[in-house]
């Protein structure tokens, strides 16, 4: 009754103070300096006529959590940044409403279809080597399970993380029935899983391990930004997963019509120019002008893997605790 | 102390509202979590032998840190005791709370930098032809980061308890002519009986409460802690009903294991003395010296070279251009005024607890209901220990919820959080001072019918200034270095320096992420000489009185 009672309070509100502001959750690295972010809101309010708002919170898992602690009552009129894994669970809140929007032209890997969510852009899972340390980088994810253990690398947790998700995906997708044993193989492999990809990143670029589970797209920032070749993905012969960000709209937010006019946006040239320098990401549709050079250089997966939303969600906790079983025992 | 009898019904009701609030602040959180589990239909159960393997990880490795922490504490804070004069001795002292205010990633970032794979050490050993490399990952790395964050924490309590030792007992060892063993035994000894209780305790909760030094580098999910299951719970599945039964199991296990150690509490016993504080006139012979010179320069490398491996990194980035972007000015003011406030309200809090306590000890024939009470003020400072930061702030959220935005409120709930965060070590470092302070001036003042404002202005506040600030910049550094709490409130309005560091990270930006991380330890480390300012300089008696 209260939280009925707070809703209506607060939607009133949000109705009064609305004139002509759109509310866009997203996460941090999207807001930041060096983000997409401030470029979008630029674009977008030079033909919307309206004032873009920005709510960052740390990546797409607080993205969700943040949406499910506000429930009705948020203030977002569009989500930025959720993941095709979290979009099961996102529905499930039935804060989202069909975004109206035509995706049938974009180019995204995999096959993903969704009249709800809307993909702006994806980004291939791929472990980044250092080539300074690693001369036979493992060509396929056997290599990467059976090779020297003494070549180290860093992973994500999947408990904490969406990257450590996705590779526990991508071994499923490869190993099915047999995952556990490819995970107790690989673990002699790890040398640690970290509850981010910052943390993993961050021990990768210092040396700690030659490998970190990481994007295709993760070269292009070294090669652009620090002029450097050093790191490298390694392709693998059966296949890569896919991670594809998506964007959705709110169903109770009283700028509807401005809300999908962004979501079109998004998919214009006016939005895909401006994600693969600074979200780092590929982009889903054509941009104006070709990709700088460094992204004809990273590895093109020969196959797309991607489970449905359902099954992952279905899924998730019990490969999680086979993860955990197989990889925890000493 | 001698009170009179509205002094004594404002200590206690001052206690009492402290207490109340505290119990509330986070009895609302746990109590909204509950429900809203409830509501949501969460089963959770308890027997899983996942949760019973992941709990008996966490009291093992913390139960292991914890003892080393004290073990490696003693014989440094003894040292630091014994040659009060010697060049960076007060540096030392400083250089001990920075680990405290650093982000943890940061910290064992710097650990990395010595003990890593690509290490100073391993650099060292493959430079003399061995190659296999000092692997630091597993419970050995868990362990080598708990003390390197705690071992300073314990030396720093101990050493403050060391240097209250009544100057006339230092009189009388001198004359009777006792050996360091037996002023080991029979001065510093009693003295540290007396404290390690309460250190180890706190030590304990914040090993069994650590994640993401357990998470990096533990290695795998052989090593993972009951906060990890929490965080997790709250963060990836929402399931706030599970992560509150896992944070009451947490609150079960950690009381259990504080309560078996009370058992063996010594009792405090604070002699009346001149208040004199004496240089100690043992420890000058030539072993002794070499002992302590040995001890010192080890702590110092142990603790100063992963520190000095963040600020070699930290120097990489372009710290000019960091500094002048508007972004880390807009981080660092809200973090300061939040750790300004925090700390501020943290103080407070403390006093009027120890205050209370002090007066209901000083009571002969208390009622049970004071006693109750006494019992609950000490215990109300280490809840915040118990129910994770991550846990209340939820709750918050979702009780403000009804209320509008919540993010509006979350400069105020970070305050309060952190000040909570704070509270165990502030009281550890004021309660002991305050003790002694009231049982050299209490009976004085009162004689010289000194009450109230008059005596808070010409007693209480000359007398107990220093290890107000101390304790104040203790909360500050803690304060500075949280990232929790932010997590889940962030947003573009409230950027703070750990998040900026973070964030930084999160766009492969390692570099400038080396370089914030620098500014903050530096931060902390201007704090704590603001804290200690006046200090353990002896000949610093003049100025003081300035």
Redesign the interface.
Known sequence: M??A???T??SA?TAEAADKTLTIYTY??F?????PGAKVKAAFEKTCGCTVN??????G??L???L????T?T?ADVVLGLDTNLIDEAKDTGLFDASGVDTSTLKVPGGFKDDVFVPYDYGHFAVIYDTQTIKNPPKSMKDLVEGDPNQ?IVIE?P??STPGLGLLLWVKSIYGDKSADAWAKL?GR??????????A???F?????PMVLSYTT?PA??MI?DKTDRYQAAAFSEGHYIQIEVAGLIKASPNKDLARDFLKFMISTGFQDIIPTSN?MMPVSATSEPLPDAFSKLVVPSKTFLMSPADVDKNRKAWI?E??TA???? | MILTAPERRCAISGGTFSLGSIALFVGIAVLVLLSAGIESGGNTSLTDPYLLRILRFTLLQAVLSTLLSIVLAIPVARALARQPRFPGRLWLIRLMAVPMGLPVLIGALGLLGIWGRQGLLNQALSALGLSQPVSIYGLAGILLAHVFFNMPLACRLMLAGLERVPAEYWLVAGGLGMRPISVFRFIEWPILRGLILGIAGLIFMLCATSFTLVLILGGGPAATTLEVAIYQALRFDFDPGRAVMLSLLQIVVTLLVLGAMTLFRAPDDHGLTGGRTLRRIDGQEMAARCVDAALLAGATLFLGMPLASVVVTGLEANLFKLVSQPIFLQAAVTSLAIALAAGLLAVLISFAIIHARSVISADRRKSLGLHGLAIALGASSSLILLVPPIVLATGWFLALRPFGDPSRFAAILIIVINALMALPFVIRVIEPAYTVHVSRTGRLAASLGLHGIARLRMVDWPGLRKPLFTALSFAMALSLGDLGAVALFGSDSLMTLPWLVYSKLGSYRTNDADGYALILGLVCLLLTIAGTAGQGATDDESRRND
């Open positions: 209260a939280l009672a707070g809703a309070f607060f509100q941090e690295s807001t930041a300096d060096w983000g920005y709510v960052a919170v740390t990546d898992v607080a969700l959590s943040r499910k602690l506000e429930g009552g203030k180290k947790d408990r904490t673990k790890i040398l640690t899983v970290t509850p981010g990809w910052s943390e990143y961050d021990l670029t210092k040396g700690e391990a993760s920032y070294h930004e780092w605790d993860w955990l990889t925890s025992g000493n």
